[in-house]
């Protein structure tokens, strides 16, 4: 009895790796996506241009969301590679696809946007120094 319970497990991970297009995690992700990637790509514009990332505004929503937004596009660019791991092709197109990019794009982005203010700066704010 174990082993079939053990197979249907694996098809249920295959299942949400696979992303359906309809789903409602498909969805969430996708909205989550899309106001993540603009709020990053902000966020590298403000580290490379003041040093800083963004200021806390009020109550601290600013940089909650701001965290809360590099989260999503690590939690998207992860699900994008595990699927093509799993799968052999990345998460299916439409706005899911275009999302999984530009998550690609943002997180590029920030490691070239880190690596010039670390260069520039000899610390990352807040990080290293």
């Not at 505004?57 to 791991?85: D, H």
């Not at 070239?112 to 120094?129: H, W, Y």
């Amino acid at each position: 009895m174990l082993p079939s319970r053990r197979r249907n497990h694996c098809a249920a991970l295959k299942t949400k790796a696979t992303a359906e297009p309809d789903s409602t995690l498909t969805k969430a992700v996708v909205a989550a996506g899309l106001v993540a990637n603009p709020v990053v790509l902000v966020s590298e514009y403000f580290l490379k241009t003041t040093g800083e990332g963004l200021p806390p505004g009020p109550g601290g929503i600013y940089g909650a969301t701001e965290g809360i937004s590099y989260l999503v596009i690590v939690g998207v660019v992860g699900w994008s590679i595990y699927t093509k791991v799993k799968t052999g092709s990345g998460l299916p197109g439409s706005f899911l696809g275009a999302v999984e990019g530009f998550s690609y794009l943002s997180l590029v982005a920030g490691i070239v946007v880190a690596a010039l203010v670390f260069a520039e700066k000899g610390s990352l704010p807040g990080i290293t120094g």
